[in-house]
């Protein structure tokens, strides 16, 4: 490649002397490369005397081969240079039932809406997916990272609720400590690391580790959710999924705020250290949406 731009260059300029100017080389080393590339073609592109020069016919068709190669080059090149910056193509992302409808759905339709050229494919579902065999670009996950040659960056804390219905706390009677839970029907979630034991964090650091008493079980949150909300039992379940039914009373948080589970993270897990633009653009949006709003600050 390097051997068509001097070639280019000279016929550009007319000169070897021109060329060299042209591409920071010497005369001789400008001379060198001609010869090189016209012994490597086994054929003459240019005859040359002391005065002038002049492409032959071979010259004359492979000058032309050579600009039209060399501006492809150049365009493929900016190609990936605007890649870097500006999302195009297809993202495709995974990541939970729950957490797809209720939080990444709509950061992704506000996302399209910046960048209308860009493609999503969303898959959803409870299941670790291989990202690579599966060529998704990202993989966003709530709790805790399982070990993971992929690579990760958290984007936020998410906290855990215990949470019951109404009726069922009217039926059942109203824990007031979480060592209180032992006589309580408990909805367990089988994929978190314990499903049938709890640790609360008190507001003094120290621990409470209580072991349930599971009745049931279901491996998404959005079905534990109407578990609870039609009087199944007691369970622990992301704040992002309960908010506004523990604000309008249709579920009621229990414990707080003596008592806290541990967090658990939202992470965006990729399969490449150098992510496209389109995953870092992502991944800068979505943490923003999930960055706590500032409080104003009041004397």
Not at 8 to 18: C, L, W
Not at 40 to 53: A, D, F, I, P, Q
Not at 126 to 132: A, S, T
Not at 261 to 267: D, M, V
């Given at each position: 490649m390097n051997r068509l731009a001097v070639f280019?260059?000279?016929?550009?300029?007319?000169?070897?002397?021109?060329a060299g100017r042209e591409l920071g080389l010497t005369k001789a080393m400008i001379s060198q490369h001609l010869a090189r590339l016209?012994?490597?073609?086994?054929?003459?592109?240019?005859?040359?005397?002391?005065?002038?020069?002049a492409l032959t016919d071979a010259g004359l068709a492979f000058?032309?081969?050579?600009?039209?190669?060399?501006?492809?080059?150049?365009?493929?090149?900016?190609?990936?240079?605007?890649?870097?910056?500006?999302?195009?193509?297809?993202?495709?992302?995974?990541?939970?039932?729950?957490?797809?409808?209720?939080?990444?759905?709509?950061?992704?339709?506000?996302?399209?809406?910046?960048?209308?050229k860009l493609h999503v494919d969303?898959?959803?579902?409870?299941?670790?997916?291989?990202?690579?065999a599966e060529r998704f670009d990202l993989s966003i996950r709530v709790g805790w990272l399982r070990d993971s040659s992929a690579h990760a960056a958290r984007?936020?804390?998410?906290?855990?609720?215990?949470?019951?219905?109404?009726?069922?706390?009217?039926?059942?009677?109203t824990p007031r400590t979480p060592n209180d839970l032992t006589a309580h029907d408990w909805i367990a979630a089988p994929l978190l690391p314990t499903p049938s034991r709890v640790?609360?964090?008190?507001?003094?650091?120290g621990r409470v580790v209580v072991r349930v008493r599971p009745i049931g079980q279901a491996n998404s949150a959005s079905a534990i959710r109407e578990l609870l909300m039609n009087g199944a039992g007691?369970?622990?379940?992301p704040e992002y999924l309960v908010t506004d039914d523990v604000r309008t009373g249709r579920l009621v948080k229990l414990f707080a705020p003596d008592h806290?589970?541990?967090?658990?993270?939202?992470?965006?897990v990729y399969p490449s250290h150098r992510a496209p633009a389109k995953v870092r653009l992502f991944i800068d949006h979505l943490r923003a949406r999930l960055a706590p709003p500032l409080r104003a600050v009041t004397d």
């Open positions: 280019a260059a000279i016929v550009r300029g007319g000169s070897f002397t021109a016209e012994e490597e073609l086994g054929v003459t592109l240019m005859l040359r005397t002391s005065r002038k020069m000058h032309a081969d050579c600009v039209r190669i060399l501006a492809e080059t150049e365009a493929a090149i900016e190609r990936v240079a605007r890649d870097r910056q500006t999302p195009i193509g297809t993202l495709r992302i995974t990541s939970t039932t729950d957490y797809g409808v209720t939080v990444l759905a709509p950061a992704l339709a506000e996302f399209m809406r910046r960048y209308p969303l898959v959803l579902g409870d299941e670790i997916r291989d990202l690579v984007l936020a804390k998410v906290r855990r609720w215990v949470v019951a219905s109404p009726q069922y706390l009217a039926l059942h009677g640790t609360f964090i008190g507001n003094d650091g007691i369970s622990a379940l806290r589970l541990r967090a658990g993270g939202i992470y965006a």
